[in-house]
């Protein structure tokens, strides 16, 4: 059983890439030849991950990365950086470029019989086999791995090198590469998959990775229970494409994972297919959708929306995406793909740097938009696509809709002009709370945009990932929760378009959007009602609040005063003002851009109790400076706001009366819209007197995908409630062992069984909590501490206690750190946590430990009190924290990711009448 490829296949492609792909060939063959000539060493280094390797100090650009040059120099300010952290970041890249050029190395061995790159694939193979199992396999991200700081970048290096060994030995036999073959089954293969097969991530796009590497692995050790697992488990292959990648074909975490899962799935499909296995067809069709799927919705100047976790403004014109259109192409014939070839391999696009000699597998590195060839791609091109393509020509960009997905789209002047509504599906834990979000762009100007998200360990996160940074309704102040939308219609006929969708952002409250097209003009009404009044606030950026004359309305500075949660979003405005309108209808206008000869005009009509506000606010990750906001507020059971936005002067004035909006052209048309209970009315008429009506109506509600993808690797919002059927009486008491614990590498007994013992009780109002810690070292973070990591509180790295309580009526959350030499205790409160409840803390060393005191008056707390506890564990030598103890339980839990969060679901409730 082989791998990737057949060996007849593999053979077969001898004449191919003596042939038609000839200069692919010879262009991957002349990259790989300084690797032939000077090998390279295999690192002895782990690869780190922190906020500062890998990155410019000054600008924040992400440091290129070439193989042959160690030096880490920023393209941007031209500042040479230098140290270990940046060194460490270096190797995450360096070993996966070596993982593929080993594949390379291989495969030009075998299809051109040369034996000076078989020798390079042989022993860039013999030296990670004796090298693996010196890595350490601590201080991770993201799970367990040796050479990296998460799980499935191991497994995307997995792959690489058990096709590598495939190749070689189903395509050059001999008995060096026999005895090779076992050497890297038993010191690589083997105990790399062990370590996948530990961390089970659901149905994240990293477990698609996995899978991908344990049935490469299964196949490569005959192991049949792996494969099996790998492609049939409850997060397997088969159950990734029935129910994460959506019915449209688009994977549910958005453009950006999409292309990262479905190439995972790609190398998943294609080994189960030559290993004889039968996937079920209407899956297989779904996946070869998801070829074409991401490439729907991109936008005029050709590239993705930034839409949920991802790099911001990413050109379509990348190898990787060019490679993608031409492996499903080989696998039917699709006229969609045939057409973006058409614009991916258009010879008048300038060509620059197509990034390939620096590639470092499948994890990718976005260059700048470029022209492309068929010569530019990779040895998966050169193994699987076709000889020979059919005639290219290119299709139109016509309005679309992804109703799996959850994003309409209604394009115009030949995808020149883009409007977006996304609705749908919240997208998992790379999923953003915009939901109803509008995008507007006209050619290459942005005027309601998605900022995407910045680096995963900068401060910036959080604002990315508020509502508050997007184009969608604010819920009361806070970002929305975690929801699902829902199409109520879509309808197209190319003079007008509508498009219009609901969520439900609570038990009592729905809010719908719907937004209408016209040529040089639309219409944007968003609504809400509820039971109980909710302020309802709509961010606009790069705009303000002007007077009919185009000046600025009068402003003072007041606070906006509202949530401190980070993941709000207001904690990174500065310049708040409260504007005081000129009328009834607000009238807005983009901020000047040099050059520009237009520029956004909108009017707005929102009812009273309307307040309006601007701020500056962060611009997309990687724009410099900052950019207007103005936020539009208002407080109702129900109501409204409804804008009419032009972006060539095309509109006059507007008036609303009651349900009917009347929209004056300059050009003497007059346009009276209303909605209908089928969908949208449109009736005109033009300076001649012609009249003409269009009513757009659609049926069209169809599913977002299934709710169980709402959380990805941590389910915060919707965990498991503990199971707890009565309330536990006080005084209580437990020793947190083995079934508390929650790990990181190292199983608990691995750890050094740790343990703490933890008494409540409850004097009058007072609830008591000791705690005693054994088996620490006291590695407690200094108060004030800067996380050199990532953007968790820096505390969370080191000894300490995380607290949990909830009353009927109050509530907090802290981490609770011991300050070395004193009795006092650092109290850092949790975010989403704060309610009215304080602690006072006190500590001291035991032998082999220590042990906290901890009081709460919880007042008038009512009949029960939730509590949950979690001891944070530091081990010497590493630089994050190796494990906690859980009072609710946690075995078989990792402790990834979660910072200082805990779940409300899983909180234990204790009597207060027993006390």
């Known amino acids: 059983m082989t791998v990737l490829v057949t060996r007849d296949a593999l053979l077969g492609r001898r004449t191919v890439a003596g042939g038609a792909l000839a200069s692919l060939t010879k262009g991957l063959r002349s990259e790989l030849d300084p690797l032939v000539r000077a090998p390279h060493e295999v690192p002895a280094g782990k690869a780190l991950l922190s906020r500062e390797g890998g990155r410019c100090s000054c600008d924040g650009e992400l440091l290129p990365y070439n193989p042959f040059d160690e030096r880490h120099r920023c393209p941007r300010c031209g500042r040479e950086h230098t140290g270990e952290l940046h060194d460490r970041f270096r190797l995450y890249w360096h070993h996966l470029w070596l993982a593929e050029r080993t594949v390379h190395a291989a495969l030009l061995g075998v299809l051109l019989d040369d034996v000076s790159c078989r020798t390079t694939a042989s022993d860039l193979l013999d030296a990670y086999a004796t090298q693996y199992l010196k890595y350490p396999n601590a201080d991770n991200v993201l799970g367990p791995s040796r050479p990296f700081f998460s799980t499935y970048l191991e497994s995307i290096w997995l792959t690489q090198l058990c096709i590598a060994m495939d190749l070689l030995e189903i395509g050059a036999p ?287 996160l959080h604002w990315y990932r508020s509502t508050l940074a997007h184009t969608a309704p604010l819920i009361d102040g806070r970002s929305q929760p975690r929801v699902n939308g829902k199409l109520l219609g879509f309808a197209d006929d190319g003079r007008a378009g509508w498009m219009s969708a609901s969520a439900e952002f609570g038990p009592d409250l729905t809010v719908r959007r719907s937004v209408v097209l016209m040529e040089g003009y639309l219409i944007d009404e968003l609504e809400w009602e509820g039971d109980e009044t909710h302020e309802i606030a709509l961010p606009l950026h790069g705009v303000d609040l002007v007077e009919e004359d185009g000046r600025p309305v009068a402003r003072e500075a007041l606070p906006l005063e509202e949530s401190v949660a980070r993941e709000d979003g207001f904690a990174y405005l500065t310049d708040s003002m409260r504007c005081t309108p000129p009328s009834a209808t607000g009238l807005v206008i983009s901020d000047p851009r040099p050059g520009e000869t237009h520029r956004l005009r909108g009017w707005l009509l929102t009812g009273r109790g309307t307040s309006w506000w601007t701020a500056s606010a962060l611009r997309a990750p990687g724009l410099p400076g900052r950019e207007r906001m103005l936020l539009v507020r208002r407080r109702a059971t129900s109501g409204r706001i409804v804008s009419v936005w032009s972006w060539r002067d095309a509109v006059s004035e507007v008036e609303r009366s009651g349900d009917t909006l009347v929209v004056k052209l300059r050009a003497g048309d007059r346009h009276v819209h209303r909605r209908t209970d089928l969908g949208w009315r449109v009736e005109t008429a033009d300076r001649l007197g012609a009249r003409r009506s269009v009513d757009l109506a659609s049926h069209r509600a169809p599913s977002v995908g299934p709710p169980s993808l709402l959380a990805d690797e941590i389910p915060l919002e919707h965990a498991e409630p503990t199971g707890q059927l009565e309330p536990l009486a006080l005084p209580f008491a437990d020793t947190l062992g083995q079934a508390h614990y929650r790990r990181s590498e190292l199983e608990w007994s691995e750890a050094g069984s740790p343990t703490a013992e933890v008494t409540v009780r409850r004097t009058g109002s007072i609830l008591v909590l000791d705690v005693r810690v054994s088996g620490s070292s006291r590695l407690f973070v200094a108060p004030g501490a800067e996380n050199p990591w990532d953007n968790e509180p820096a505390a969370i790295n080191g000894d300490g206690i995380q607290l949990y309580l909830v009353t009927e009526e109050r509530s907090g959350g802290w981490l609770l750190v011991p300050i070395a030499g004193r009795d006092q205790v650092d109290v850092l409160p949790v975010e989403g946590w704060g309610g009215g409840l304080v602690p006072e803390v006190r500590w001291h060393s035991i032998e082999d430990g220590y042990a906290m005191h901890v009081e709460v008056d919880l007042a008038t707390a009512g009949s029960t009190v939730g509590l949950d506890l979690v001891v944070n564990e530091a081990a010497a030598g590493r630089v994050r924290r190796q494990g906690q103890l859980v009072l609710s339980g946690a075995a078989g839990e990792f402790v990834y990711l979660r910072g200082d969060r805990h779940e409300r679901a899983r909180l234990l409730h204790f009597s207060l009448a027993d006390a």
């Open 174 to 460: 001999s008995d060096a590469v026999t005895a090779l073959g076992g050497r890297v089954r038993d010191r690589i293969i083997a105990p790399s998959a062990a370590l996948i097969t530990s961390y089970d991530e659901g149905m994240s796009n990293r477990q698609v990775w996995n899978n991908a590497a344990l049935l490469a692995a299964g196949t490569m050790l005959g192991d049949e229970a792996m494969r099996e697992g790998a492609l049939h488990s409850a997060s397997g292959i088969v159950a990734h494409l029935d129910e994460a990648l959506l019915a449209d074909g688009s994977w549910y975490e958005g453009e950006n994972y999409h292309l990262f899962a479905h190439r995972g799935l790609w190398y998943g499909v294609q080994m189960a297919q030559v290993s004889g296995v039968e996937l079920p067809a209407d899956l297989l069709a779904r996946f070869d959708a998801g070829f074409v799927a991401p490439l729907r919705t991109v936008l005029p100047d050709l590239t993705y929306p930034s839409r949920r976790d991802s790099q911001y403004a990413v050109s379509i014109r990348q190898l990787r995406v060019a490679e993608s259109c031409e492996l499903g192409l080989a696998r039917r014939n699709d006229d969609r793909l045939v057409g973006w070839l058409a614009r991916l391999y258009d010879p008048s696009i300038r060509r620059g740097e197509t990034g390939r000699a620096t590639t470092s597998a499948d994890v990718e590195r976005n260059v700048p938009g470029t022209g492309l060839v068929r010569t530019d791609l990779s040895w998966r091109t050169l193994l699987l696509a076709r000889e020979q393509l059919p005639p290219l020509k290119q299709q139109p960009l016509d309005s679309d809709l992804l109703p799996a997905q959850g994003f309409g789209i209604l394009r115009r002047d030949g995808g020149a002009l883009y409007l977006g509504l996304d609705y749908g599906h919240s997208g998992g834990g790379h999923g953003h709370p915009d939901r109803l979000n509008l995008l507007l762009v006209d050619g290459t100007r942005r005027w309601f945009d998605d900022p995407g998200t910045g680096s995963y360990v900068d401060e910036s």
